[in-house]
């Protein structure tokens, strides 16, 4: 019997502190072994050697050559077909844009009124939720025109209204195929998993080859980027609807198309708006993102001042971007949380159509407003207010009287934390890691898990990237600690009573909706460029779900035992490490997955203030279209995130399996 | 007779990797060791049994008896592994897609544990619901539909959405929707365990006053002993996918056929349960006294007097013939021991 047999019968009896012991101990010891006597290893276990790399590169841009050169079917090529298909997204692109802020000149008719936009703004939250939400919408719009920012926010904002209904449709075509056949289900699910641990320049290099750079090519790719959770999500609402509400529908004689469309579809209405809420967000976050190819609009505005280092405009575009994607969320969640309720027999006109009525009015009373004042139709750009000045003075004031502290708190991490780490980190023979990642696999999952995980962990070695593959998980790593080490106390000190809940749910909420490249602003601000700034931005974004799990897993923990641990005597402390804390675990390191997950995708868009890590390289692949690299290097980053999550994702189920919590 | 409205014929359900085969290998009768041992999950084993036109049929069971699966074979809802279900002696197994639907459409009515209503629609519209997808315009479903919701109870109610009722309301609009097109055969899966005890009792009473308007065929399903003994004119009961016994509650109650059904019915109080026929001894005919009581009468209603006459009391029929007498002794026997099969 090898001793690896016997482990795992001693797990199964009633544990000894020893035997407990074995298992992670099993786990690190050939890790441990192998990265001890890295010095007495040959090189080649140390190194991945030059000639071990397998070209992954070439083999893509041959993919990609073919593609772009050769592929012709019939009359056209295949770059004819994707720029053919990106000319059609300019229509409805450009009609939208017309109407929001262009105008028809060719058929002589103006755009909307700013004050119309802004009313209609207003009457969509009102009627989503309240007067609340309506008040919040007419005021962000309002913002974008009284600070100047009107034209950039309204081309941004274009681009989300074409492009999230297109995605959405594909996205919501997919996941009914593959709800439907399940062959399908098997080849895209997989897929979705890679495309959705891609970093967003993974999706900027191809589309820059086939479709050119410009406002149209980063319309296709927001386009892309926002299919992926649209897709899982109607596979996951299609699922969740109740066996026997599907039952009720074959009863009542429905044929597969009806139960499909009349029972299950509208069943899943919720999860399939979240689903929606989720692609317009994907959507702002990639335009932003997109101007790096060239799309207008706000993303590419702050792009240009964060360049040219103006971080007061830069701040004020970025105001802009968080006053667009939070009026964008609160709406669209508002729309999935709106629920039908009747109406009294003689309801009026008015009470039948109140949404139709107000907006009839609004449209009236702006156009009304048009004619008598020019202020109503477009905002003078001599009377826009601008806010950078006062960031201006703030960056100004931070940098006088912060100076010292922060270059101190800044060279301290380099030279205590951050460097020896790094140095660890490239001390790591990949030899080491493999052993690592397929022993935890081996010992959470088995044989299957551990071949699918070290099978990541060898492409990215056998990539030719290694060296940067263990920057990027030192910063990453680093980060992640330091999220744990700040969030998991703020969850715990949150899910104290209801109101820290709602206030921290709300924090997350809001911050959620940022699109990542924001988070760039402050830390340029505080840390200029740099490892130290990388780090802070990619702490600020990654806490989110930490904490958002914490709270959630503790707040979960089922009252019964919570009052079991009550009335058996426990003081506050007592029932928090002895009953929520174990029970809330599994849920919290989900969070800390979700964390990696952030983690990943701000290292990479961290690259923009000068780390030398893949992100790095991605760019470089940007720079000078090498599509090929980039798919390549866009993989080595998904693999990491996709290690993590299996390893993660797999011990958190055995462990809820053992509490006996449900999921 | 007439003939059964439902008749299954060695009804089988099994899960696993190949149930059929396996079926098939082991002459179409394993026993539970054996599926057990192969890995097979059993949900129904070997049923056969006819529902006859307007009988109520109650399969009772515990969770994991296999009673829902059972009624989801007989409408087709699962495929069976093996058996056969005629309805009107038609055999609904070898029913192409099409005929099914069609069959759903005219013929059968389900009502579910937790409801299944639409959350889209109002009551109106769920109601309407199954004549809408047979394609019934839009003005005479209406009317249909409005006349059902009255049936049940909830006419005024028509415009709101389920989530804005309670839950014996909802179940009210299930059944309403189960009956909208006529059917025939009314299916209930656990139709009332959803709800509280006082609201079930109201829907038990509620369901016994629309069959006796409606005289449907009905399986009905329950886990509740009571309750099936409420409605029931025959029980199945089941267990490990068997049906134990079939038979009315009298016969449970006085005969039970396994020591799981004695379990079962050790607690029912017989004098609200058993008549005074299954307890009487029979007599010769001769004239009876003219304090006879009835044959069909429950033994709580004649316990008074039968326990406080010195001589037996006759029993008659509806027709007043002499067809037995009841005595203290039998009597007290019936309630508290010695239990009888006939």
């Given at each position: 019997m090898s001793a690896a047999t016997l482990t795992r019968q001693e797990a199964m009896e009633p544990q000894k502190p020893l035997a407990a012991m074995t298992r992670p101990l099993l786990v690190v010891l050939p890790f441990l072994v192998l990265l001890l006597a890295a010095s007495l290893l040959p090189d080649w276990a140390v190194q991945v050697p030059k000639?071990?790399?397998?070209?992954f590169v070439d083999w893509a841009n041959m993919v990609f050559d073919h593609l772009r050169d050769d592929a012709i079917f019939g009359l056209f090529s295949f770059r004819d077909l994707t720029r053919g298909a990106a000319e059609l997204i300019t229509w409805p692109l450009a009609f939208v844009e017309g109407l929001l802020v262009s105008g028809f000149p060719d058929i002589g008719i103006a755009a909307m009124p700013w004050v119309m936009t802004a009313g209609l703004s207003g009457v969509l939250g009102w009627y989503l939720r309240d007067w609340r939400l309506g008040a919040l919408a007419a005021g962000c719009v309002a913002y974008m025109a009284i600070f100047g920012k009107w034209e950039l926010s309204m081309i941004t904002l274009s681009v989300v209204l074409v492009a999230a209904p297109i995605a959405g449709l594909i996205g919501f075509g997919i996941g009914i195929l593959a709800v439907k056949k399940q062959w399908f289900e098997a080849l895209v699910v997989p897929l979705l998993n890679v495309l959705q641990s891609l970093p967003h320049f993974s999706y900027l290099i191809p589309i820059a080859i086939f479709i050119g750079v410009g406002h149209k090519a980063g319309a296709i790719a927001t386009v892309i980027f926002a299919i992926p959770p649209m897709a899982r999500l109607t596979i996951l609402g299609l699922k969740g609807v109740a066996e026997e509400v599907r039952e009720a529908g074959k009863m009542a004689g429905c044929t597969r198309f009806q139960t499909l469309w009349m029972v299950e579809i509208p069943s899943a209405r919720q999860p399939l708006l979240v689903g929606v809420n989720q692609v317009i967000m994907q959507c702002l976050a990639m335009v932003v993102i997109a101007s790096f190819v060239g799309a207008r609009g706000l993303g590419h505005d702050l792009l240009f001042r964060l360049q040219a280092l103006k971080i007061g405009q830069a701040l004020e575009s970025g105001v802009a971007i968080v006053l667009m994607a939070i009026t964008l969320d609160q709406l669209s969640r508002a729309a999935a949380h709106k629920e039908p309720s009747h109406l009294a027999p003689d309801a009026s006109l008015l009470q039948r159509f109140p949404f139709l009525a107000a907006s009839l009015a609004v449209i009236a009373a702006s156009l009304l407003l048009a004619a008598i004042t020019p202020y109503a139709q477009a905002w003078p750009s001599e009377l826009a207010l601008s806010t950078a000045p006062f960031w201006d003075a703030l960056v100004d004031w931070i940098t006088v009287t912060l100076y010292d502290p922060l270059q101190y708190l800044r060279n301290a991490m380099l030279l205590y934390v951050l460097i020896p780490i790094r140095d660890l980190f490239q001390s790591i023979p990949w030899t080491a890691m493999v052993a690592l990642v397929a022993a935890a696999g081996w010992s959470l999952g088995g044989f299957r898990l551990a071949a699918i995980v070290s099978g990541f962990v060898l492409f990215i070695a056998f990539a030719g990237y290694w060296e940067r593959s263990l920057i990027t998980a030192y910063m990453v790593t680093v980060a992640v600690l330091l999220c744990i080490m700040i969030g998991l106390p703020i969850g715990i000190w949150a899910s104290r009573s209801e109101r820290r809940t709602g206030i921290a749910k709300l924090l997350c909420d809001t911050f959620q909706?940022?699109?990542?490249?924001?988070?760039?602003i402050p830390v340029i601000m505080l840390f200029k460029v740099g490892d130290v700034a990388a780090i802070s931005a990619i702490i600020i974004y990654a806490m989110i779900p930490i904490v958002r799990y914490t709270i959630f897993g503790l707040r979960n923990v089922p009252q019964e035992i919570v009052e079991a641990g009550i009335t058996s005597g426990c003081t506050q402390r007592q029932l928090l490490w002895n009953i929520r804390m174990p029970l809330a675990f599994p849920e919290i390191m989900l969070g800390i997955n979700q964390t990696i997950m952030f983690a990943l995708f701000m290292v990479i868009i961290a690259a923009f203030i000068g780390t030398k890590d893949i992100g790095q390289e991605i760019f470089r692949a940007l720079t000078f279209n090498d599509a090929g690299k980039g798919l390549v290097l866009g993989l080595c980053v998904a693999f990491m995130g996709l290690t993590a999550d299996q390893l993660i994702t797999a011990w958190a189920t055995r462990r809820k399996q053992k509490l006996g919590l449900a999921g | 007779m007439s003939e059964a409205k439902i008749a299954c014929r060695n009804l089988w359900k099994l899960y696993g990797s190949d149930p059929a085969g396996f079926l098939r290998r082991n002459h179409n009768n394993p026993s539970i060791e054996t599926i057990r041992a192969e890995g097979y999950v059993p949900a129904v084993r070997n049923v056969s049994f006819d529902v006859m036109p307007g009988e109520i049929l109650v399969v009772m069971g515990l969770s994991g008896s296999g009673k829902s699966t059972l009624l989801r074979c007989l409408a087709r809802l699962i495929e069976p592994t093996s058996g056969e279900v005629m309805f009107e002696g038609r055999d609904i197994l070898a029913a192409t897609e099409h005929e099914l639907i069609d069959l759903r459409r005219h013929k059968m009515g389900m009502v579910f544990q937790h409801f299944?209503?639409?959350?889209?629609?109002t009551v109106l519209d769920n109601v309407a619901f199954p004549l809408q997808v047979r394609g019934t315009d839009r003005q005479k479903r209406e009317r249909r539909a409005r006349e059902v919701i009255e049936l049940v109870g909830l006419k005024g109610r028509e415009g709101y959405y389920p989530r804005e009722l309670s839950g014996g309301q909802q179940q009210r609009v299930g059944i309403a929707r189960s009956l909208a097109v006529g059917p025939d055969v009314w299916f209930l899966d656990e139709?009332?365990?959803?709800?509280d005890p006082l609201i079930r009792r109201e829907m038990q009473d509620e369901f016994l006053r629309l069959q006796k308007v409606l005289n449907k065929t009905i399986v009905f399903i329950t886990h509740d002993f009571d309750e099936a003994i409420r409605v029931a004119d025959r029980i199945a009961i089941m267990k490990d996918g068997v049906v134990e016994q079939l038979g009315t509650a009298e016969e449970l109650v006085t005969c039970p056929a396994t020591p799981y059904v004695a379990e079962f019915t050790?607690?029912?109080?017989?004098d609200r349960l058993l008549s005074v026929r299954a307890v009487m001894a029979p007599a010769s005919s001769r004239k009876p006294d003219a304090a006879a009581v009835q044959a069909q009468a429950l033994i709580a209603s004649v316990a008074r007097q039968v326990l406080t006459s010195e001589r037996p009391v006759d029993v008659i029929d509806d027709a007043g013939a002499l067809v037995g007498t009841l005595t203290r002794d039998g009597l007290i026997d019936a309630l508290y021991g010695k239990e009888q099969c006939a």
């Open positions: 000639g071990w790399t397998i070209p909706t940022f699109p990542s490249f924001i988070y760039l | 299944a209503l639409l959350p889209h629609r139709p009332f365990s959803a709800l050790r607690n029912v109080s017989h």
